[in-house]
Structures are given as C-alpha cells and as structure tokens.
C-alpha cells in the first residue's frame, strides 16, 4: 500500500521523550554471522555459557565474617549462622519455573547475537511466507543493556499477488532482569500500513498505534493500563519462552501483558520426539499453548510448537489450526550465531 505520508506514521513525540535507544554500530566487515553452518541434530550447537549481569553498586564480593561467638550471658541473643542468613529467596514471580536459574537470569542462556532462525509458512503445502527469529546486537534502552529480538514475516511466490505482507517487530529485553522495555512494530501489507510503539514503565504499560487503509483512511489510537510485575509483551514470550527447561509433563507459565489486559501464558510439554526438517532430523519439545485470563483458563486452540530439545531451544515449527486448514510454519535454515 502506498501512502505519501508513510514517514508520519513513525513519529511519535510522546514515545520519543520516554525512550532513549541506543544501538551498535554496523559490524566491521567479515565480522558478519550470517554464513555459519546451519545447526541441525547431526551438527549440534555451540554449548551455551550464561554471561554474567553487569556488577551493580554494592554486588562486590566480601570476604566471609568468622562465626559470631554465642554469648553465655543470660539474655543473649543466639547468633545467626551465615548459612541461614544466606539463604536465597526464591525467584520472582513464584508462578514460574525456577529450575536452572540464578535469580531472573538463566544459568545458561540460550541466545546469541546473530542467531537466525528462518521458517517456511506454508497453506495446504503451497508457501505462502518466510518467517525469521533474529536476535540482534546488544542495544541500550534509557540507559540499561537489552537484548534485541526481532521477529520479521513476508509472504512469497503467489500469495504476494493476491496480499503482500513485509512486516517486523522489534522488541527489546532487559538483560538483568529478561523482562521487555519496549517494542516497535513496522506494518507494510497491501491493505494497511501501521506503526504501534509499546512501552512498559513502572507497572504500568503505554501502547500507541498509527494506521492508514485503504477503506478507513487514517486512525491512531493510545492505550494505557497497570501491568503485573514481571509481565512479558506477546512479541517477547516468543523468546522468553526458551528459558525453561520443558520437562515432559509439566506447565510452565507466565504473566503478558497485551491491549488492555493481564493474562497468564501457561505451556504443557506434550513429548519429546524426533522432527523430520529440510536440516535434517532433530530432536524435539513438543509443547502445548494456553492462556488464563481473569483467572479461567482459555484454551489457544489446537496449536502446538516445536522446541529444540538442547541448550539452545530453537523454535522449530508452529501449527496453527485456522477456520480452513492448518498454517504450519517450519524450520529451513538456522544459523546459530556467535559463541
């Protein structure tokens, strides 16, 4: 769709005075990611290594005080030995998972910058689009290291003549913390053009969106509510979501926050089984989608998602069950960036 005002719809002053991003500059040349073999189960990815937080004020280590001596006065108080004083909390939120993790962050992290997933879509065997996972260099957001996860889509061969659809969301996630900041998402289809701007501040959630069609001209609109500690956006549990472990049988969930309300991700790992890929066969986390809002539980559909069963947790496939079919969505290339 064409629209001479398209560079308006970027603009966003309010966003801009909350929002400070600074990205990295371009790689120098041959520092590029993108030629790296594909990683398949016959060639299986680099070992994951967690990068530790960055040090904060006061998280130097001490050296470890000599035990009190218990006074034999009456009335003393019983010193406290730094085994009991040491014990850690448990990890926040307590609806999730905390196996293999040292605080919020994982013991091993499964992202790393360069890595490209890219998936077929394809409708009653025909493709229809090219999906990629990306995730991009190390962006800061208002002053604090993010992740930067991109997710892009567009159709191909003869969709594109009858709907043509080059969309891409950014969504940036706080390194020490894994919770989103902000995301950014850039619509480019033959019925619609629109920019939308999400940002999570202070247990509160701000959404701004601009959109021009063909047949309702031009439309923005602002959302604006309060959001539960913790709470991921839609585009950032695509991501999140390879944190866990998925072990067979068991549910882990979530908080997102998305247009207005608070909901609860709650994913069951069905099976672990080998999936048949143009890479090859691989080893596979089958799990199950569902959502809980206002405390009932919401069935998704019948959809499921493939998990690579290693460190990594590649998204490998997606069906989606829709009114006529199934969309299915697999892997085709990944390239597992660097080390």
């Not at 099976?271 to 569902?290: C, D, S, W, Y």
């Amino acid at each position: 769709m064409k629209y001479e005002k398209a560079d308006q719809l970027k603009k966003n002053e309010e966003f801009d005075k909350a929002v400070t991003i600074v990205k990295p500059t371009e790689p120098a040349e041959g520092e590029t990611t993108t030629e790296s073999t594909p990683t398949s189960a016959a060639t299986p990815a680099p070992t994951a290594v967690a990068t530790p937080a960055p040090a904060t004020k006061g998280s130097q280590t001490k050296k470890t005080p000599p035990p009190t001596k218990t006074s034999k006065k009456k009335g003393a108080a019983t010193a406290v030995t730094s085994a009991e004083s040491a014990s850690p909390a448990r990890r926040q939120p307590e609806l999730e998972n905390d196996d293999d993790f040292t605080g919020r962050r994982p013991n091993k992290d499964p992202f790393r910058v360069g890595e490209e997933v890219v998936h077929d879509v394809h409708y009653f065997k025909v493709s229809a689009g090219e999906l990629k996972i990306k995730v991009e260099p190390f962006a800061t957001v208002n002053n604090r290291k993010s992740y930067t996860f991109a997710i892009e889509i567009k159709t191909v061969g003869l969709f594109s003549n009858f709907y043509s659809v080059e969309d891409r969301v950014e969504t940036f996630v706080d390194y020490e913390e894994l919770v989103p900041r902000v995301f950014q998402l850039h619509v480019k289809e033959s019925g619609q053009l629109r920019e939308a701007k999400m940002l999570f501040d202070q247990g509160k959630a701000t959404y701004w969106e601009k959109k021009v069609t063909k047949d309702d001209g031009e439309k923005e609109k602002k959302l604006s509510w309060d959001i539960l500690e913790y709470s991921q956006n839609v585009y950032s549990s695509v991501f999140y979501m390879r944190n866990f472990k998925w072990e067979t049988g068991k549910e882990y969930s979530w908080r997102v926050a998305d247009d207005e309300q608070n909901l609860v991700f709650s994913g069951k790992a069905l099976r672990r089984e080998v999936l048949q890929t143009k890479l090859g066969p691989m080893k596979a986390i089958v799990i199950q989608p569902n959502i809980v809002l206002k405390g009932k539980f919401k069935p998704i559909g019948d959809n499921l998602i493939w998990l690579s069963d290693d460190d990594r947790k590649y998204i490998l496939r997606i069906e989606a069950k829709i009114k006529i079919g199934t969309l299915i969505s697999e892997v085709v290339k990944i390239n597992p960036g660097k080390p």
